[in-house]
């Protein structure tokens, strides 16, 4: 028996649920020869903002138990750039591209880069980074929800293009955030991007990232990211895409049956450029093992 991996993501039909993360796999360039890129089901851009950015200081990132910090601040050459000196490399991919998004001027630039996006036939959904904890002087718009609404409503109205609204832990309901942005049109949820924490070396007494706070990802946050797409899957109707610290197919696979449509691969691309696509082998074992004919199936299949 063949499995059937294929998943509907808004209007996004992709041949199997497995992307790599925004800001974990640069433009996708970087990892040319290290793996077949056209196995993937997607990829999603690091993230790109109206102007360039050059992004936090240094040191921006930093090891810990079981995760990485990093502060990087949405370093990017803005959209003209990247639609000039990236997108022509990833259009030759033929695998779609998801774009990631943010703003420095909360909904304006989101807005305007929704409208100059909606006419490039090759960027295949946009996500909505409305969730980055290194944006300095930023409250996340993630973090509320009538902000939320109004930011994803306000894009709804200016693009055609399957709409992908990317979230923060770092909140007290998820689940309200998450609805927040179905009512106002999203066609689906990323969960989750990084946790706020620190580390300090005790030696200096100074913090090991300039920023001071930063973004925790990798396998420490990911029974927090798991929790969370479960809260999402019991409100919501849209897809989710779950991340947050999946090394293996084994941690994809909880994601899948806590209510994920798809999975996408961020830290662990820095430690084996090719774990994507063993996660996708490894999900076609496990659904050949247990006769599962469609990767549909394990969506919500949690027992309890």
């Known amino acids: 028996m063949k499995p059937n991996l294929t998943v509907n993501i808004g209007r996004l039909r992709l041949k199997n649920p497995v992307m790599v993360a925004s800001g974990a796999f640069g433009y996708a360039q970087e990892f040319k020869g290290l793996l077949d890129l056209k196995k993937l089901g997607a990829i999603v851009t690091k993230t790109v903002t109206l102007k360039p950015r050059k992004g936090n200081p240094s040191p921006r990132t930093c090891e810990t138990p079981s995760g990485l910090l990093n502060s990087i601040g949405l370093e990017n050459p803005g959209v003209e750039a990247f639609l000039k000196e990236k997108l022509p490399f990833l259009k030759k991919l033929a695998v779609p591209i998801i774009m990631s998004i943010a703003s420095e001027a909360r909904t304006e630039e989101f807005l305007i880069l929704a409208r100059r996006l909606d006419k490039i036939r090759e960027v295949a959904a946009l996500e909505l980074n409305i969730s980055c904890p290194n944006m300095q002087g930023h409250k996340l718009i993630s973090q509320d929800p009538k902000?939320?609404?109004?930011?994803?409503?306000?894009?709804?109205?200016?693009?055609?293009?399957?709409?992908?609204?990317?979230?923060?832990?770092?909140?007290?309901?998820?689940?309200?955030?998450?609805?927040?942005?179905?009512?106002?049109?999203?066609?689906?949820?990323?969960?989750?991007?990084?946790?706020?924490?620190?580390?300090?070396?005790?030696?200096?007494?100074?913090?090991?990232?300039?920023?001071?706070?930063?973004?925790?990802?990798?396998?420490?946050?990911?029974?927090?990211?798991?929790?969370?797409?479960?809260?999402?899957?019991?409100?919501?109707?849209?897809?989710?895409?779950?991340?947050?610290?999946?090394?293996?197919?084994?941690?994809?696979?909880?994601?899948?049956?806590?209510?994920?449509?798809?999975?996408?691969?961020?830290?662990?691309?820095?430690?084996?450029?090719?774990?994507?696509?063993?996660?996708?082998?490894?999900?076609?074992?496990?659904?050949?093992?247990?006769?599962?004919?469609?990767?549909?199936?394990?969506?919500?299949?949690?027992?309890?």
């Open 147 to 304: 902000a939320t609404y109004d930011l994803v409503k306000a894009v709804r109205k200016t693009t055609g293009k399957t709409i992908i609204t990317k979230l923060s832990p770092n909140v007290t309901d998820i689940a309200k955030i998450a609805l927040a942005a179905e009512k106002a049109g999203s066609d689906a949820l990323s969960l989750v991007n990084t946790l706020t924490g620190m580390s300090i070396d005790v030696k200096t007494k100074r913090p090991r990232i300039a920023t001071v706070t930063a973004g925790l990802s990798g396998p420490a946050i990911r029974p927090v990211a798991v929790r969370m797409v479960w809260e999402a899957y019991t409100k919501v109707k849209i897809p989710i895409i779950g991340m947050g610290g999946i090394m293996n197919a084994q941690d994809a696979l909880e994601f899948f049956i806590a209510g994920a449509t798809a999975v996408s691969l961020g830290t662990a691309n820095f430690i084996e450029p090719r774990s994507s696509l063993q996660v996708i082998a490894g999900i076609k074992d496990y659904l050949a093992e247990h006769k599962i004919r469609d990767i549909g199936q394990l969506k919500g299949s949690l027992k309890r």
